[in-house]
Every structure is written in structure tokens, then in C-alpha cells.
């Protein structure tokens, strides 16, 4: 018989920041993730900084260990969470970077018929939007399922986070919780 939601184990959720910065609001984005997470997910952080830039002749002499910890994370996780910032209009190179490696090798790659939710936060007034969507397109060539709806770009990121890197804004906080439920719903669907 089926486990229902409520006595079902918790999903396993990969999280990480397409910024190296310690101090980057996506990475406090994912620590406050954590912190509200529903009891049916549980969200591992992943911290890019050992990822080395793609490179074809790199990948055929076999995986850097760090490149291989990342895609053995991403294949044994339910579902995958991505914060990233915007750079000049656009998805920044240390996120692109993570996909291209998660997208290899063709047809047997981690990322491949993998749930997939995006959020980020940025200083500026409409957040993270253009890097989303551009985000959203390499997701149709690595066959993800990116969740289309609830979008959560915090803007203005500055004014909702505190010093100590803690997200303090309430909206912001309740709609975090319900954007990680909605995700949780949305891996179930593919399970």
C-alpha cells in the first residue's frame, strides 16, 4: 500500500547557490530555505567553490572529485533547488557552469528527468527574473522538470536580509515557505 504524504519519507532536495561569495543573499536565500522547509523536505546544501570551470578535455580523463560529489548529489536527490543571482542581465557563470557539468554525459546525466525548482535573490528591482528564465532553457535540453508556477524572485534583496546574512522580511519569509511546499507537490508528481 502507498505511503500517504503525511508518513511518507522526507524528499530529498539538493541545494545550491550559483554564487561563490560567502556573503551572497542566494546563499542566505538556501540557509533560510532550510530553516522553513516543510517537514516533507529536507534540503542538503552544496557548495560550488571546488567546481572547476567545464572543460571537455578534463571531463574525458574522468570527473574532478568535486564534480563527481556534485552529480552523485544531484542523482540521489529527489528533487534539486537552485538559487541564482542575475549578472548583467543574465544567468551567472558559476551557475551555468554547475549545469553544464550536471548535463553530462548526454542521455545518462544526473540532471536528466529530474524535478527541479529556481529562486534567487538580487539588489535589484526585478530580482532574479531574467536569469530564471534563461535558467528555464537549459532545463529543456537536460530533459529537467522545472516547476513553472509559484516564481519566487526576492528583489531589493538589500532590505530583506540582515547583516548576519538571516532573511528578516516577513512576506518574504511566508512566501518562501509556500514556494518549498509548492516544490515538495510538484517532485511528487514525478515519483
Keep these: 500500500m502507498p505511503q500517504s504524504p503525511q508518513t511518507a519519507a522526507p524528499l530529498g532536495v539538493l541545494a545550491f547557490a550559483g554564487s561563490l561569495r560567502a ?17 516533507d523536505l529536507s534540503l542538503t546544501l552544496f557548495d560550488l567553490i571546488e567546481v572547476p570551470l567545464y572543460n571537455g578535455d578534463v571531463e574525458a580523463a574522468g570527473d574532478p572529485p568535486a564534480v563527481a560529489a556534485f552529480k552523485a548529489a544531484i542523482a540521489a536527490a529527489d528533487g534539486v533547488l ?17 549545469i553544464d557539468w550536471a548535463s553530462r554525459p ?3 546525466a544526473p540532471l536528466g528527468g529530474k524535478p527541479v525548482a529556481i ?3 538580487s539588489p535589484g528591482a526585478t530580482g532574479t527574473a ?8 537549459a532545463f529543456e535540453f537536460t530533459n529537467s522538470f522545472a516547476m513553472p508556477q509559484p516564481e519566487l524572485l526576492v528583489f531589493r534583496a538589500h532590505e530583506k536580509f540582515d547583516e548576519a546574512g538571516r532573511l528578516t522580511d516577513e512576506a518574504t519569509r511566508r512566501y518562501l515557505k509556500s514556494f518549498l511546499e509548492a516544490f515538495a507537490a510538484w517532485i511528487r508528481r514525478f515519483a
Design 23 to 39: 556573503g551572497s543573499y542566494n546563499r542566505a536565500l538556501l540557509r533560510a530555505a532550510q530553516e522553513l522547509a516543510p517537514e
Design 82 to 98: 537552485i538559487a541564482t543571482p542575475e549578472y548583467n542581465h543574465g544567468v551567472p557563470g558559476v551557475t551555468k557552469n554547475a
Design 119 to 121: 529562486i534567487g535573490a
Design 106 to 108: 548526454p542521455r545518462e
Design 130 to 137: 531574467r536569469g530564471q528564465s534563461q535558467l528555464r532553457q
